[in-house]
C-alpha cells in the first residue's frame, strides 16, 4: 500500500498568489504625460505672451518712431476789412506758411513766425474725436483750449486733400477774423484727452469762449485787454485767431 503524503509547505506556497510587478516605466507613464502636457500650457502661454508683447511693442515703435507725414502749405490772403481804403491796401499780398501733420482722429499745425505782421508762432492741435482745439504759445509757453469750430476746420480727409493741393503751388484766399476770450484757468487736463495732455504737459493751460458767445462781449474795451494773434490756415481761407485776457 502506498501512501502518499502532503507537504503543508508547498501546499501554502501554492495557494498563495504571487505579487503582479509592474514595470517602473509603465507605472510612472501617466503621471509623466500630465507633467508634460502642463508644460506645454505653460510654455504655449508663455510664447503667447510674448508674441503680444512684441505686437505692442512693434506698434508703440511703429507709431513713435517711424517717420511723420508732414504737409507743407502756403496761403496769400487779402484782408476784406480794409477793402475800399487804397491807403490801406498792401503792394503785395501777405502769405501765411504752415506745416502740418494729420491722422484720422487729429491734426496739428506749426505756425512759424510771421513775416512783417504782428503774430506769435504757435502749435495748434485739432483732437476731432474730444470735439477740442488746443493754442499753444511758443513764446509764452502757454496752452488755450476751447471746442472745435466745425464750421473753420476741415475733417482729416479733406485737410488732406486741401494741403496736396497747396503743396504743388500757393493758393490766394482771404482773411477771417475770429476773437475769442479766456475764461478759466484748468489746473487737471487729464479729462482734455492724449493729445492735447501731451501737448500742454507742464504748460499754464487755459479755457476760452468766443466773444460772441459771452453777454458782455460786445461791451467789453478792448484796448484794455491783453492779447496775441495766430494767423493760420484748415480750410480755403486764413484765420486771424485773437486771444485775449479780460
Avoid: W
Wanted: charge should be neutral; glycine fraction near 6%; proline fraction near 7%.
Amino acid at each position: 500500500m502506498v501512501k502518499i503524503a502532503f507537504n503543508p509547505a508547498l501546499a501554502q506556497k501554492a495557494l498563495v498568489k504571487e505579487p503582479i510587478v509592474k514595470d517602473p516605466e509603465l507605472a510612472a507613464a501617466p503621471v509623466g504625460i500630465a507633467g508634460s502636457t502642463g508644460r506645454c500650457l505653460v510654455t504655449l502661454l508663455g510664447i503667447a505672451f510674448i508674441l503680444s508683447g512684441l505686437i505692442v511693442g512693434g506698434a508703440c515703435l511703429y507709431r513713435y518712431f517711424t517717420p511723420k507725414r508732414l504737409y507743407h502749405g502756403t496761403m496769400q490772403f487779402s484782408d476784406m476789412s480794409t477793402v475800399g481804403d487804397a491807403e490801406r491796401q498792401p503792394y503785395y499780398l501777405p502769405r501765411v506758411e504752415e506745416e502740418v501733420e494729420i491722422t484720422d482722429s487729429m491734426a496739428v499745425i506749426s505756425v512759424p513766425p510771421p513775416r512783417f505782421r504782428p503774430g506769435e508762432p504757435a502749435y495748434i492741435l485739432h483732437d476731432f474725436n474730444r470735439k477740442l482745439t488746443a493754442y499753444l504759445d511758443l513764446t509764452l509757453r502757454t496752452c488755450f483750449v476751447i471746442p472745435l469750430n466745425t464750421s473753420v476746420v476741415l475733417p482729416p480727409q479733406d485737410l488732406i486733400d486741401l494741403f496736396s493741393q497747396l503743396m504743388s503751388g500757393s493758393y490766394r484766399s482771404y482773411l477771417v477774423q475770429e476773437d475769442l476770450v479766456v475764461t478759466e484757468r484748468i489746473d487737471d487736463i487729464k479729462p482734455l484727452g492724449f493729445y492735447i495732455r501731451r501737448l500742454c504737459a507742464g504748460k499754464e493751460t487755459y479755457r476760452m469762449e468766443r466773444r460772441a458767445s459771452l453777454p458782455d462781449g460786445g461791451i467789453q474795451k478792448r484796448s484794455a485787454e491783453e492779447c496775441l494773434t495766430f494767423h493760420h490756415f484748415e480750410n480755403k481761407f486764413v484765420t486771424e485767431t485773437r486771444i485775449c485776457k479780460a
